[in-house]
């Protein structure tokens, strides 16, 4: 009997590292995404940021530093899953260039997909209430759109979410993008 170790696995799993600001549809997108993903006999889990916060640093604050150090936990655990030969969707905010250069360097099947939505949408849609005392920069927990913020330079690909198209369509897009750039491999 040939016994390899159980971590190896001949075709690694993709990890779709779906990213924007808070309430650009990222997980709403992702849910329908997963589903995609699913029904074409993919085994696939969804990450979201909030769980994963929730998981991994209840005792952090929302600094730029802890920020960074959750965005690089998120990276290693896509990567150990698809690692396995499950896909990762994983929709974060994660806006650190660094770290997504170590997604591409590191996960074998890294496909990005950053979601643009107008800070005017983001303040309509204003689910968590995150987007109110926005003009202040009371909410630690909200990263503003500005000359800081470090959005992708080149994702796979590049979503305006102003509301216009449906999650379903958007998911449709990152499916279809990412099934035409496998197909090519």
Request: with cysteine.
């Amino acid at each position: 009997m040939n016994m390899q170790p159980t971590h190896l696995v001949s075709e690694p799993g993709w990890v779709f590292w779906i990213t924007g600001l808070a309430g650009s549809g990222k997980t709403t997108i992702a849910l329908q995404l997963l589903n995609a993903l699913r029904s074409n006999g993919r085994p696939v889990i969804l990450l979201d940021g909030d769980d994963l916060r929730a998981v991994m640093g209840e005792q952090t604050d929302y600094s730029i530093e802890n920020r960074r150090k959750l965005a690089g936990k998120y990276g290693l655990l896509c990567k150990l899953i698809a690692d396995q030969g499950i896909d990762v969707v994983c929709a974060t905010i994660s806006m650190f260039h660094d770290i997504r250069e170590n997604n591409r360097r590191t996960i074998a099947n890294y496909f990005e997909v950053f979601i643009d939505t107008p800070i005017d949408i983001l303040t309509k849609r204003n689910k968590k209430n995150l987007y109110t005392d926005n003009a202040s920069h009371e909410r630690e927990e909200v990263i503003l759109p500005g000359p800081d913020l470090e959005v992708p330079n080149s994702p796979d690909l590049a979503l305006s979410n102003d509301g216009s198209e449906s999650a379903d369509t958007a998911a449709r897009l990152i499916y279809e993008t990412w099934a035409s750039r496998e197909n090519k491999s």
